[in-house]
């Protein structure tokens, strides 16, 4: 595994093979996908990339997929496009991606979700108000952090997962998600900036569209906007799984994502 710390910062898995980058959803981190990368690290290059206010990755002064796509543009070669994966907010970022520098974009998979704005921002925000909300001073270990987060995030694995944003920072606590700005936009993270992609080309490569069983950000009322952007998509649902597809259920998604780019699978 190589790391790196320049302009988004990144993590690969494999040194040979073609170029699969990863992209993470709200709250997430490119070593998120460190079970996936590893699994397909022997015949691809595997990133998983920080995107903006997340991780390790610089901070910005506003959300807007249009430029988080050109930040992880500027990580893929145009000799040498990349297919995409992305979950959620990631998925976002894909496919403003494909639609806007095709030609680094190989082929794509979007992973529970879809070209469409979203009105269901309560739940995050109250996610971020918990995490706002610790005292960050009082936190000695991380588990008293897991202690303060319990008594707002009931679900273990949701807290799990908020809590890897958490990084000791010298004799003390801090958060690598940009907090306050995900607060102040997340109304742009629900959304997609379709007046902005006005008389931009649908993305003409192949597409996966895959949705989780027992989520609803992939249905058929999205269709149409899915084909109009992306005309050459096939669409796959993972039973009995939730929202985040990659981690409920990660052998089944590496098999699909195997197949998706053409691997032989066992």
Known sequence: MSESTTALHTLTWGETGSRVLFLHGLFGQGRNWGTVAKAIAGRHRATGV????????????????????????????????????????????????????PELVSRLLVADMSPVDYRRAGEFRRYISAMQGLDLDRIERRSDAEEQLAAEVHDDTVRSFLL?????????????????????????????????????????????????????????????????????????TMKDTGHWVHSERPELFVEILRRFLGDPTA
């Open 50 to 101: 920080d995107l903006p206010d997340h991780g390790r990755s610089p901070w910005s002064g506003e959300i807007d997929y249009l430029a988080m796509a050109s930040r992880v543009a500027e990580l893929i070669d145009a000799q040498d496009p990349a297919a995409v994966v992305g979950h959620s907010m990631g998925g976002k970022v894909a496919m403003a991606l494909a639609l806007t520098r």
């Open 164 to 236: 890897q944003n958490l990084r000791r920072r010298g004799d003390g606590w801090e958060w690598q998600a940009n907090l306050d700005l995900l607060d102040r936009d997340l109304a742009t993270v629900g959304g997609w900036p379709a007046e902005r992609l006005t008389g931009v080309a649908p993305y003409q490569g192949p597409v996966l569209w895959l949705g989780g069983g027992r989520s609803d950000y992939v249905t058929d009322e999205y269709a149409e906007p899915m084909r109009r952007w992306f005309p050459h998509y096939r669409r796959v």
